[in-house]
């Protein structure tokens, strides 16, 4: 297995730009994560599904971030419209249930 | 939120030397977990220990599980330079409906020099 994929590896956009990030997780995987890492805050949990159903979004910072998982095998972040202050490295991660988590490469976002 | 809390956040040591990093958590948990992070890289897991086991090793690594203190500590042995790293535990509790989170403290930065 290829692991957990992540796209793209670096994004940098401008102030009010539209971002998408992908996640292709583990396949049989059940869970799939969502997290956020800067200095400031460390890694924060944004969302997670659950068979492809969205469990938590309490982490998720305001509306300008959304997440859909249309089937098991993918999963996308959107961040509309992107601010300076989103600059972090996003990872996703991907788990069979009890322990077991797989974490992608991220993808390192600068906002400009 | 953060559950887990790491001590100490900074830690700088001699190659050779042991290396010792605590973790605090609030929430009753399924299990604990220490990620390793070397910087500008992803985390990579290294150990697991569930709630009902009190020592796990792996290698250099040696991890405790105190669940009346809420407290879980990770040692390395025989530190390596390559050993220098950011290390982050993390709690996986179960969810009122089942599902299950991992939650991550703010790491302890490892020095270890040569």
């Known amino acids: 297995d290829a692991g957990v994929i992540q796209s793209p590896r670096h994004e940098v956009t401008e102030m009010g730009q539209e971002v998408t990030l992908r996640c292709k997780p583990i396949?049989?995987?059940?869970?799939l994560f969502w997290y956020r890492q800067t200095m400031m805050r460390g890694l924060e949990l944004l969302i997670y599904f659950n068979n492809n159903v969205p469990i938590d979004d309490s982490g998720m910072p305001e509306d300008r971030f959304s997440a859909k998982m249309p089937n098991a095998s993918f999963s996308t972040l959107k961040i509309q419209p992107s601010e300076p202050r989103d600059s972090a490295v996003y990872f996703c991660?991907?788990?069979?249930?009890?322990?077991?988590?797989?974490f992608g490469s991220g993808t390192r976002l600068t906002v400009v | 939120s953060q559950q887990g809390e790491e001590d100490p956040q900074a830690l700088s040591i001699q190659e050779g030397e042991n290396a010792t990093m605590n973790c605090s958590y609030k929430?009753?948990?399924?299990?604990l977990q220490w990620y390793r992070q070397n910087s500008g890289r992803g985390l990579v897991h290294l150990i697991l220990i569930r709630s009902n086991e009190r020592e796990k090793h792996s290698g250099r690594l040696r991890v405790t599980l105190d669940t009346s203190k809420k407290s879980s500590s990770l040692l390395i042995t025989a530190s390596r330079a390559a050993d220098t790293a950011s290390y982050f535990c993390a709690t996986d509790a179960r969810e009122d409906d089942g599902s299950e989170k991992l939650v991550f403290g703010k790491g302890t930065k490892l020095t270890v020099n040569p």
């Open positions: 929430t009753s948990i399924n299990n």
């Open positions: 991660a991907s788990s069979p249930g009890a322990g077991g988590y797989t």
């Open positions: 396949s049989g995987h059940d869970y």
